[in-house]
């Protein structure tokens, strides 16, 4: 198996595991609703999160991916996250959060693959990448926030 391959086997498992990582950031009372509302209207937050993690997974686990593409599924979910009463380091832990998961999830493969390390290192870059482009960007949303 090739570590694409690797990749996009484990994505339902792990997006999964990351959104439970973002949505536990929240007042315990409003997890149950954001894990179990599919509605959008009804739950933007989940949706957008859900949505948007999916897209940023396929993106981080590229070997090169565009960096406006990742602002662009950034976009939304970093949106919510400066509206929220959160630190900025509590807003955009979602990221570190998808490293802890890739670093567990490489722990127990006993493959010992040097191509997956590789690609794996390219991923927590990818990730050091999206890290900066979410603090600018978190930046200036909440900058917006506070001139309005």
């Known amino acids: 198996m090739g570590a694409q391959d690797f990749f996009a086997e484990k994505k339902a498992k792990w997006v999964k595991q990351w959104f439970d990582a973002l949505i536990s950031q929240y007042p315990s009372e409003g997890t149950p609703f954001f894990k179990n509302t599919s509605d959008p209207s009804?739950?933007?937050?989940g949706s957008v999160a859900k949505k948007g993690l999916n897209e940023l997974y396929t993106l981080l686990t590229a070997d090169v991916p565009d960096p406006e593409k990742i602002r662009?599924?950034?976009?939304?979910?970093i949106r919510v996250q400066a509206v929220q009463d959160f630190l900025?380091?509590?807003?955009?832990?979602?990221?570190?959060?998808?490293?802890?998961?890739?670093e567990a999830g490489l722990k127990r493969e006993k493959?010992?693959?040097r191509e997956l390390k590789k690609h794996a290192a390219v991923v927590f870059a990818n990730i050091g990448t999206a890290m900066l482009i979410s603090f600018d960007f978190?930046?200036?949303c909440t900058k917006k926030l506070y001139e309005l």
Do not use: G, Q, T
Not at 72 to 77: G, K, M, R, S, V
Not at 88 to 97: E, K, M, R, T
């Open 42 to 45: 009804s739950n933007p937050i």
């Open 72 to 77: 662009e599924a950034l976009d939304p979910i």
């Open 88 to 102: 900025p380091s509590a807003a955009l832990s979602f990221l570190p959060d998808f490293r802890k998961i890739v």
């Open 111 to 113: 493959d010992e693959n």
């Open 138 to 140: 978190y930046v200036s």
